[in-house]
């Protein structure tokens, strides 16, 4: 090194930086490229390297680089898995969780360092003698910043690897996906072997519905908090994935670091040494509650408390909490997220909040949502703490930047995590049927809902759940927003989304809001399906061979339900909107066109076009529908091809 002079660097390589040199006694100039000290990765659970030489190898006429690391006697992490799996047995939990925080404290250590692993595999995890891990085996590591413009050739394992990987930059993040199908593969011993696991370590990255099916296993055999830090770690969009480090805010990866006495856990009886407890300041005002908050924020029981009197106050519709108040709510969120009573009366706090907040709110900001999420993620076994922050989310996206950041962090797939573990909660379910009606609105939170295939959960809320009005009315809107998606339509006559809609209609008939939302969402579906338009007219109208899917609705046409609903609320201009709507898009077809007035639906059309003369958006499709009723112009739709 001592015959060039550095002129200045040109960038990061794959191994280390490059520079512009010149050479001391010819003037010429050269590349020289720093490799990566990767013996200064000294960590208990990284294998780092103890020695590099090169070395000249005579037969293959090849120089090589030789490295020294450490032996492990024990063998690597795939040796312990391919035993469980040959006996068919679990990995206990606490071994599971041990293991899975020294990973995650080696992951930090190495990202700090900016080196990216990606290859991590079960075989790069070595055990050690005292049965810990230590992760190694950084042939193919990139540095940080050469990874986020995807400069690396794509080398290492596939299975593990994260799907970015192939497809886009990619950052630390990457690692954790890798990480996320290690612990499945962890957790799947004793019901997979390898040709299964490793099938389906590929298949998720392309499909949500086989990892849930996998979990819904999985959850059979290990915690709840498990089965939904494997989920988080496996959100196949990278950007919705946390980082190594954010997952230290995860309660139970913090319980799981101190299994190993780990430096990463904050010490939280140090912090509350020499803090006195006091009484909350009741009936002294928000501002009083706000300040005890601040000085008592390390003592759980103190907070808890001040929170439920919080929530009492803020109930109040001429409560204000300025934003100084609202950081400090989040702040007690943040430092006892381990405490979920926290988490739901804060949420509940915040939902207050949501009432009187004005555009530009710090509440509908990262700031405030993604502690919310994050207390989603730590306790995912409490219905009534996925309850209040579902309702939250509900109230949050109304505003659309909110809805963008919510989308963004992962929000949509907590609250379809929430409503795939408490199926039968009612509350809960209404809940996050209303946050994903508020969320669908966006569309890129649409998009969301198709990949992660959400129509399935709210059609599954319709079918357990239709006798609950309130919920009915979140999942149409819901249904409506997502029958804007192709994919979505596609699925909608296998999961029966037509019929389920019916029948919630005629359960719920007298309600206005169930019946202008779920006319509203059966015609943007039959506008955009022909196969479900026909499940409307009932069992026996196409012939045997026909194939659409028909809708029996136990025997019962859909079509005199929508119009005895119009009877029912003939004097409210939205529902009669949406019911003439949905007239008008089966009016379409040419054979429903006869169905409709056997029904008598013109009719029920020139009563509204009397009653409602000077109403636009009602005047509209009753007109082309008793246009097309009355044998107008040829129809734009008829059956598919070969149909008769």
């Known amino acids: 090194m001592e015959n060039y002079k550095v002129l200045q660097r040109l960038g990061k390589g794959a191994q280390g930086s490059v520079f512009l040199a010149e050479n001391r006694i010819d003037g010429r100039k050269y590349v020289l490229k720093k490799a990566m000290a990767l013996q200064e990765l000294k960590n208990p659970y990284v294998c780092g390297y103890k020695e590099f030489f090169v070395t000249w190898d005579k037969e293959e006429s090849a120089m090589f680089v030789c490295i020294v690391m450490e032996y492990y006697k024990m063998g690597d992490l795939d040796k312990v898995l391919r035993q469980k799996r040959s006996k068919k047995e679990s990995i206990e939990e606490l071994i599971l969780k041990k293991w899975l925080g020294q990973m995650i404290e080696a992951l930090v250590f190495v990202h700090k360092k900016e080196v990216i692993h990606r290859d991590l595999k079960p075989s790069n995890i070595f055990m050690t003698e005292d049965l810990s891990i230590s992760i190694g085996d950084f042939g193919v590591a990139t540095v940080m910043g050469d990874a986020r413009t995807k400069t690396r050739t794509t080398v290492g394992s596939m299975n593990w690897m994260a799907p970015e990987v192939l497809e886009r930059p990619y950052d630390e993040r990457s690692d954790v996906w890798s990480l996320g199908c290690i612990t499945l593969e962890m957790t799947t011993c004793s019901f997979m072997d390898t040709p299964q696991a490793q099938a389906t370590l590929f298949e998720i990255k392309h499909s949500p519905q086989i990892l849930e099916d996998v979990l819904e296993e999985v959850g059979k055999r290990y915690s709840v908090d498990l089965v939904q830090l494997i989920r988080t770690m496996l959100r196949r969009n990278f950007k919705q994935r946390p980082t190594a480090v954010e997952l230290t805010d995860i309660p139970y990866v913090k319980e799981a670091l101190g299994l190993s006495s780990s430096a990463l856990v904050a010490r939280k009886k140090a912090a509350t040494k020499g803090i006195e407890?006091?009484?909350?300041?009741?009936?002294?005002?928000?501002?009083?509650?706000?300040?005890?908050?601040?000085?008592?924020?390390?003592?759980?029981e103190s907070v808890k408390e001040a929170l439920v009197y919080l929530g009492e106050l803020t109930k109040e519709q001429d409560s204000v909490v300025d934003e100084a108040g609202k950081k400090v709510i989040v702040s007690c969120m943040r430092t006892n997220m381990s405490n979920v009573g926290i988490q739901t009366e804060a949420c509940n706090v915040l939902q207050n909040l949501v009432v009187t907040a004005e555009d530009g709110d710090i509440l509908y900001t990262k700031d405030v949502i993604a502690p919310v999420l994050l207390a989603m993620r730590s306790h995912a076994a409490s219905a009534s703490l996925q309850s209040a922050a579902a309702q939250l989310i509900m109230a949050l996206s109304g505003d659309e930047s909110a809805a963008d950041v919510i989308g963004q962090a992962g929000g949509v797939q907590d609250v379809l995590a929430a409503m795939r573990q408490f199926p039968n909660d009612q509350k809960l379910i209404t809940n996050c049927c209303g946050a994903l009606w508020s969320l669908g609105v966006n569309e890129n939170n649409a998009k969301i809902m198709t990949e992660e295939k959400g129509l399935a959960d709210v059609c599954g809320a319709l079918d357990g759940h239709g006798d609950i009005?309130?919920?009915?009315?979140?999942?149409?809107?819901?249904i409506w927003s997502l029958s804007m998606e192709d994919d979505n339509i596609e699925m909608m006559a296998d999961l029966q989304t037509v019929k389920l809609t019916l029948n919630s209609l005629k359960t719920h008939k007298k309600d206005a809001k169930v019946a202008k939302n779920a006319c509203m969402a059966m015609a943007s579906i039959v506008e955009a399906d022909v196969e479900c338009a026909y499940q409307m007219q009932g069992p026996t109208f196409l012939p045997e061979e026909s194939a659409y899917r028909l809708l029996e609705n136990d025997g019962e046409a859909?079509?005199?339900?929508?119009?005895?609903?119009?009877?029912?609320?003939k004097d409210n201009p939205e529902v009669v909107e949406n019911v003439c709507t949905l007239i008008n898009e089966l009016a379409q077809y040419n054979d429903l066109c006869e169905e409709l007035k056997a029904a008598k639906a013109d009719k029920i059309l020139s009563e509204a076009k009397i009653k409602f003369a000077s109403n636009e958006d009602i005047m509209g499709p009753v007109t082309e529908a008793l246009r097309k009723m009355a044998g107008g112009a040829t129809q734009k739709k008829e059956k598919k091809a070969g149909k008769t």
Do not use: F, W
Not at 281 to 287: D, R
């Open 277 to 300: 407890a006091k009484p909350v300041p009741k009936g002294k005002g928000i501002k009083a509650v706000i300040e005890y908050l601040k000085d008592q924020e390390q003592l759980e």
């Open 558 to 569: 859909g079509i005199p339900i929508v119009l005895e609903t119009y009877e029912l609320h």
């Open 469 to 478: 009005a309130q919920l009915v009315d979140y999942a149409c809107c819901a």
